[in-house]
């Protein structure tokens, strides 16, 4: 959708100013064709329709359609990039954001320091907690037949 929003604008553009010259751009389907072959597959055809519409020798060429067309050639990859791009990173976010929903009730960060204290501080004192090599020592000896 992004995608076309960009297009659009830029194929009426190219119709509009060149599309009596540039026998490629004379109707908007052709004309959409092109930059599509230019923009997407960098397709020779495309890339001659682009060509034309920079070559002087164009009849009839202003200084402001010279403007717009070194203008047009120097954004157009830049937007067409930002909208692939755009359309991209919300396909790669969207599974991101369905599980940061599924997770908001889980515990965070914070959760996690405070059981990590809990855990350092029964290590400490006279009322300590068992480690871990006591524990898996005691659960070896259940397992073996009983305990000592």
């Not at 002087?56 to 692939?84: D, F, H, I, S």
């Not at 400490?124 to 397992?143: K, T």
């Amino acid at each position: 959708m992004v995608y076309a929003a960009v297009t659009l604008p830029l194929v009426v553009c190219l119709v509009m100013v060149w599309g009596s010259r540039v026998s490629q751009l004379s109707s908007l389907g052709a004309a959409l064709l092109n930059t599509l072959q230019a923009n997407l597959l960098h397709d020779a055809i495309g890339m001659i329709t682009f060509q034309a519409v920079m070559d002087p020798g164009v009849g009839g060429m202003t200084g402001a359609e010279a403007a717009l067309a070194q203008a047009l050639r120097l954004l157009v990859p830049l937007v067409m990039m930002l909208a692939m791009t755009t359309f991209l990173v919300a396909m790669l976010l969207r599974p991101y954001s369905l599980l940061r929903l599924l997770g908001k009730a889980d515990p965070g960060v914070h959760q996690d320091f405070v059981a990590m204290w809990r855990w350092a501080v029964q290590g400490r004192g006279s009322n300590q907690a068992p480690n871990n090599s006591h524990l898996d020592a005691v659960l070896d000896a259940c397992l073996e037949g009983g305990m000592k």
